[in-house]
Every structure is written in C-alpha cells, then in structure tokens.
C-alpha cells in the first residue's frame, strides 16, 4: 500500500481512522507511508497500528521528521514479522526541523532493537 506524499499528518482524524484499519489488517504486507509530515505524534499513531498488524512485512516512514518518538524503535523491537524497514531523514533546514530530526540518541534506540 504505497500512501507517500498525502499529507497524512495533517489530517489527524483521517490518520487515526487510518490506523485503526492498519491494526485490524490481516493481509497488507508493505506499506509506504513517507514524507507524509507526520512528526512524532503521527509516527507514534501509525507504529502502534503497525505492532498489531502480524501480517506486515515491510514499512517505510521515511521523510516525516520522527525526533525520538520511541514508537518506532518499539515496532522494530517488538514486531515478530518485520523484515523490511525504511527510514531516511534528509538533513533539517531550519530549526523547527532540527527538532524532530532523527538525532543520533534516536538512530541508535533503532540501532539497538535492531541487534
């Protein structure tokens, strides 16, 4: 299910209803949802559908500006049929995005899951 570049994070409504969807899935297996602006409340949203989703293989969140939501490095950690996971930041340009980049504490909370 390739979702990139909707704008997710500004509907919070949609994005919530969204999730509850994610979470009942039993046979979506790849899901794209970068560069979608979902900052760390949105990422939070959708790695918490994500961990109740058993079916889903791959997952990108690439380009949504994550900060250190531990969301994503408990879906790592916890999601017994993840193989696949994409998560790209391009370097912040202002300070707003200096906030939510996805900092060195951030990569290695991932980093650690991942061993």
């Known amino acids: 299910l390739n979702l990139a570049n909707n704008a997710l994070g500004s509907q919070k409504g949609q994005l919530r209803a969204f999730a509850r969807g994610l979470s009942t899935s039993e046979s979506l297996t790849d899901i794209d949802v970068s560069n979608n602006s979902l900052w760390p409340d949105g990422i939070k949203v959708v790695c918490t559908a994500l961990k109740a989703s058993l ?56 980093g650690r899951t991942l061993l």
């Open 55 to 110: 079916s889903i293989r791959k997952v990108d969140v690439s380009f949504n500006h994550p900060g250190r939501e531990p969301a994503l490095a408990a879906l790592f950690s916890t999601h017994p049929t993840l193989t696949s996971v994409r998560v790209v930041e391009a370097e912040p340009t202002n300070r707003i995005e200096r906030s939510f980049y996805l900092d060195s504490r951030a990569k290695e909370a991932i």
